[in-house]
């Protein structure tokens, strides 16, 4: 386990950001404040994960002072389009069909928060499918259920083993935090063992 000089707080209900965190060997506690994930439409695309993830850290008060909390968005953009996380399986179905055979960016903005000081960051990837199939699509929804994932699909889920076809960029930033980053931002909290 890593241990930090400094109690980590995920602010974050995602379970995919949980996992990362902990195969990563970091010890933190989770908790999540509602949020409006409201953005303005003069926003560019890329700007988005990281405004929503300091809207996200703005929640965690003065009583989080002498904590070290940790924020994040993730957001898929196809053609300067957000494809946010689908209604229903319509919608699921329809941002499959679009990403089916192309190219799109995911951008997961990160924001820590330690004593009174915000520090914020957009890592980006890169990432191309394979042409779907109805029937691929059809079951993966079925099985998976993407209605809490941007773009409605997971890239550790059966959609993202059997239609990526490249990756330029981290999967850790697609699947939802950049954790080679967010290590390195936690490296000077770190007690090493003696």
Not at 73 to 98: C, G, R, Y
Not at 103 to 108: A, C, G, L
């Amino acid at each position: 386990m890593i241990k930090l000089s400094k109690l980590l707080v995920l602010g974050s209900a995602s379970p995919r950001r949980r996992e990362i965190m902990h195969h990563a060997g970091f010890d933190f506690e989770v908790l999540t404040k509602p949020t409006d994930e409201y953005f303005s439409k003069d926003l560019m695309p890329k700007q988005v994960p990281t405004y929503l993830a300091e809207q996200k850290l703005a929640k965690f008060g003065d009583e989080f002072r002498g904590k070290i909390v940790l924020c994040a968005d993730t957001v898929v953009i196809l053609q300067n389009e957000i494809l946010n996380k689908p209604k229903d399986k319509k919608e699921a179905k329809e941002m499959l069909q679009k990403l089916s055979g192309n190219r799109h960016e995911v951008e997961t903005g990160v924001s820590f928060k330690y004593d009174g000081k915000v520090t914020s960051f957009t890592d980006s990837c890169a990432v191309e499918f394979e042409r779907l199939t109805h029937a691929e699509i059809n079951y993966y929804i079925d099985i998976c259920k993407p209605f809490d994932k941007a773009g409605s699909y997971g890239i550790q889920d059966f959609i993202g083993m059997i239609g990526v076809k490249s990756l330029i960029g981290s999967f850790y930033t697609v699947m939802g935090l950049p954790i080679h980053k967010v290590y390195s931002h936690l490296k000077p909290f770190i007690i090493h063992p003696t």
